[in-house]
């Protein structure tokens, strides 16, 4: 929990708006999965996507790298990912491609960078198997299972553009015979933000069924999805008994497969959401004849999306002034659309202006997801170090860098 002599000091040194990540919180969580999945070999690929931080992506790096060596890769998504991964020092056999509607060019900057690729449709595996015989690479398979917080979050499924259909197994082992490719991955991703671990450990039937077709494994890889609370009331992911649980269903598969494969799976919100906040500052309040009252931040879905696109709660906090009065109020977005909301007939203590709020829970896909829309900077980020330091991580743009 961030603490708000913390947040203040962070407020009146680097202004508002700003995102603010602990690290201790990353350590926790990373440490979580490693200490509750018990299988091994097991690699965990930080989905880059939710926060590409580069100082996050090196907490990651040398966390894992002492816990346990190779254990910690990156889940990339586009060049620009894989590049900033091995910038950040991690080797490129822990970097997995997965892209999707993959372009010529970008198929070729994996194959130049030694980065294995996730492929996900027949087609671009023909046109890989044409240029690069004899290669390895790994398949996305589409479970027919999906799920998730929102139907844009959804990866699997009849609907979902992601994967090759899991009945086309002939298809894909002819494209591989023809061009001696040797499949060593399998891989799924079902969707985003699950709190139920049986969720998770139903989707792995049919790729486990799905990898028995291919014999020259090497790992598979269950891909993200774990998720985190996000309102109060919401109870939290059972990595424990998950753990477990998978350690037991992996362990079988691998017995009646003939060898013991790696487990991939690929966190992203999961390591980094609750470790972030977004620190803004009251500037105007409106109240209506109506009875809506309106509290106008110096911050927008420019900054954080998810209430915008995926109607997502986060909690908001008035650290300003914690023993108030609460109210119902609408906070509301300095950006030119009605959309622009964080919270909506929300209880929070009675805000005033010049308060600071901060919006937890916001350290996947928030700075990530953030643009210049409205010809509007992009805020800076503060790492909060274990032993209480504070160090800027990004600062702030200007309009200067932007025209």
Known sequence: MLNVEVANEIAKRFGTPIYIYEEEIIQRQLMNLLSSILYRPLGIFYAMKANSNPYILGILQKTGKEIEDR???IDAVSPGEIALALKTEFPAENILFTGNNTTDEEMDFAVEKGVLLNIDSLSRLDKFGKKYPNRRVCIRINPDIGAGHHEHCITGGPESKFGIWFSEVEPIKRIAQKYHLRIIGIHQHIGSQILKGATFLDAMTPILKTAMYFPELEFVDLGGGLGVPYRPEEEPLNIKTLGQRMFKHFTIFCNQYGRRLKLIIEPGRYLVAEAGYLLVRVNTIKRNPNGRTFIGVDSGFNHLIRPAMYGSYHEIENISNPGGKSE???????ICESGDRFAEQRFINQPREGDSLVIK????YGYSMSSNYNLRPRPAEVLIKR????????????IEDLI
């Open 71 to 73: 254990a910690i890769g």
């Open 328 to 334: 119902v109020v609408d906070v509301v977005g300095n």
């Open 387 to 398: 032993d209480g330091k504070l160090n800027l991580i990004r600062e702030r743009e200007r």
């Open 361 to 364: 829970t916001a350290g996947a």
